[in-house]
């Protein structure tokens, strides 16, 4: 009986833990962190082994994206602890919203001018199966923050969710690629449906960098103006 009732107040204190939107965005980037850390161990091992530019490339852009994960979380802490006023979060979500649209462009055009060279990667049963449970695992986690915390309108969680659900639409098309690529198709198909697939999501996570800087650049214009 002392067990249930131990049990059932530990699941109470998590149940109040993670109501919070502060703490689930914490333990969200945390463990994104150590996601994105397998997934780019994945790929650098097929660069190097492989000798492929396609996942030098991925392993580039995943080590950027940690780098800004990181640099959200510090600034978080920061926050908490009074270290920082509401125009500087906003310059911070600005500069991150540039970084981001920055390595959209860059990631788009090297990857969609590897295509068109045709150095396709093939890769192994168990590195795909990899890449599918990272890819489903981002998808769910990305789209699951932005439905249930829609109103959560604080600037620097604003941006941590733009920058998952970016990281997760990036694992897709690399999952959408090499799925292709491993398939044995004929090259110029891969290229064109692999472009075909490029285009939306690039499209799609530009749309998300640029939004990240309009909310942000505005939000720092109305704060030195008031």
């Keep these: 009986m002392e067990k249930v009732k131990k049990f059932r107040r530990i699941r109470a204190l998590v149940s109040i833990i993670l109501a919070s939107p502060a703490i689930r965005l914490d333990l969200s980037l945390l463990f994104g962190l150590l996601m994105n850390l397998v997934y780019i161990i994945e790929n650098l091992a097929t660069a190097i082994f492989q000798r492929s530019v396609w996942a030098a490339t991925v392993t580039v852009y995943h080590s950027l994206f940690i780098a800004l994960r990181a640099y959200i979380l510090r600034s978080r802490r920061l926050d908490e602890v009074g270290k920082m006023g509401n125009a500087k979060i ?118 998300l960098a640029l939004h990240l800087i309009f909310r942000s650049a505005t939000r720092v214009y109305r704060s030195q103006n008031s």
Excluded: Q
Excluded at 105 to 120: C, I, K, N, P, V
Excluded at 159 to 170: E, G, P, Q, W
Excluded at 190 to 198: D, K, L, V
């Design 90 to 207: 906003h310059r911070i979500c600005l500069r991150v919203g540039v970084i981001l649209l920055l390595l959209d462009f860059s990631a788009s055009t090297l990857m969609l001018y590897t295509m068109r060279l045709g150095r396709h990667t093939e890769y192994s049963g168990v590195v795909l199966f990899g890449f599918v449970l990272y890819t489903a695992y981002s998808l769910c986690s990305s789209i699951n923050g932005l439905i249930k915390w829609s109103n959560d309108n604080k600037p620097l969680h604003f941006a941590a969710r733009n920058i998952t659900l970016a990281a997760a639409l990036m694992s897709l098309f690399n999952l959408h690629y090499s799925l292709l690529s491993s398939l044995g198709l004929d090259s110029d198909f891969i290229g064109r449906i692999g472009a075909a697939g490029g285009f939306l999501v690039f499209f799609t996570m530009i749309l």
